[in-house]
């Protein structure tokens, strides 16, 4: 059973950074897309940044610029660089694995990580 575990969480001040991990615990990473996803108190789950084999990534509008979504496919890994936190970027941020033809904008498919808690406040 391949299981994914994000780390990289915690508590940051506004306008600094964080990097997210996420590690996959078997040898289907390489083949598959990674994305991250964030659900806030109150709200929906929603994409954050997505990744294919191939290098390909999208993300969500308010955090292009900001974030960076990456991969090592040596170290079965994934990424997210997030630059200038804002207030409105805490959440429990979620890895995923997914088919890579997948689209990114369905939020309850693929193979899914615990989840990191990133608080963004002063």
């Known amino acids: 059973q391949v299981q994914l575990v994000e780390s990289g969480g915690g508590l940051v001040q506004p306008g600094g950074s964080l990097r997210l991990s996420c590690t996959a615990s078997?040898?289907?990473?390489?083949?598959?897309?990674a994305g991250w996803y964030r659900q806030a108190p109150g709200n929906q789950r929603e994409l954050v940044a997505g990744?294919?084999?191939?290098?390909?990534?999208v993300y969500k509008d308010s955090v292009k610029g900001r974030f960076a979504i990456s991969r090592d496919n040596a170290e079965n890994t994934a990424y997210l660089q997030m630059n200038s936190l804002k207030p409105e970027d805490t959440a429990v941020y979620y890895c995923n694995l997914r088919t890579n033809s997948a689209s990114f904008s369905d939020t309850d498919m693929g193979l899914w990580g615990k989840g990191t808690l990133v608080t963004v406040s002063s």
């Open positions: 078997g040898s289907i990473f390489s083949l598959n897309a």
């Open positions: 990744i294919r084999t191939d290098g390909r990534t």
